[in-house]
T-cell receptor, first 114, second 114 residues
Framework: AQSVTQLGSHVSVSEGALVLLRCNYS??????LFWYVQYPNQGLQLLLK??????LVKGINGFEAEFKKSETSFHLTKPSAHMSDAAEYFC????????????FGQGTRLTINP | EAQVTQNPRYLITVTGKKLTVTCSQN?????MSWYRQDPGLGLRQIYY???????DKGDVPEGYKVSRKEKRNFPLILESPSPNQTSLYFC?????????????FGPGTRLLVL
């Protein structure tokens, strides 16, 4: 079964520092991977997705993620954190059979310190 | 504007009182799905629909019903709500291309069952 593990339920960084949110996946087939962001009291918004076209994926708001098959990872990074990046971030893998659902990680809450 | 809408956004009810949460999308998407979000568990799929009159159970379907009589609408029905259904609910939709397609999420419905 496909699954996702996000390491760290809370991450805190200073404004201007590197943001690194970790995601590892488990999949017996080539995965489709997604990062979503949830701002307070809002729905989920797509940041970026990996669909096998390129291993380094650029998304919105300066975020990017690199697919590493050997490490089964899809970590999310941003070179310089901004106060507006404070939110909860979810990594998800898309199940390609049956329900064709998104299987989500537990989420990582990102806090930005001034 | 392409969007998924949900109503109501907030709902407080009592055990056993039937309720319906509506979901509508204006993107002509075939696939629609309901998720619930609980702290530390991420989002889990409740039910999904591949097209009109085609619905199936997700991972946590107990206590819920759905229907898909029109392509744009996918209501979630709780016939006899219980306190363990207190949660944040999201409706999502995507096109028929496959699991690599982006799922678009509604703003969420926060439900409290007393």
């Amino acid at each position: 079964a496909q699954s996702v593990t996000q390491l760290g339920s809370h991450v805190s960084v200073s404004e201007g520092a590197l943001v690194l949110l970790r995601c590892n996946y488990s999949s017996s087939v080539p995965p489709y991977l997604f990062w979503y962001v949830q701002y307070p009291n809002q729905g989920l918004q797509l940041l970026l997705k990996y669909t096998s076209a390129a291993t380094l994926v650029k998304g919105i708001n300066g975020f990017e993620a690199e697919f590493k098959k050997s490490e089964t990872s899809f970590h999310l990074t941003k070179p310089s954190a901004h106060m507006s990046d404070a939110a909860e971030y979810f990594c998800a893998v898309s199940v390609s059979q049956g329900a064709q659902k998104l299987v989500f990680g537990q989420g990582t809450r990102l806090t930005i310190n001034p | 504007e392409a969007q998924v809408t949900q109503n109501p956004r907030y709902l407080i009810t009592v055990t056993g009182k039937k309720l319906t949460v509506t979901c509508s999308q204006n993107m002509n998407h075939e696939y629609m799905s309901w998720y619930r979000q609980d702290p530390g568990l991420g989002l889990r799929q409740i039910y999904y629909s591949m097209n009109v009159e085609v619905t199936d159970k997700g991972d946590v379907p107990e206590g819920y019903k759905v229907s898909r009589k029109e392509k744009r609408n996918f209501p979630l029905i709780l016939e006899s709500p219980s306190p363990n259904q207190t949660s944040l609910y999201f409706c999502a939709s995507r096109g028929a291309g496959g699991p690599y397609e982006t799922q678009y999420f509604g703003p969420g419905t926060r439900l409290l069952v007393l």
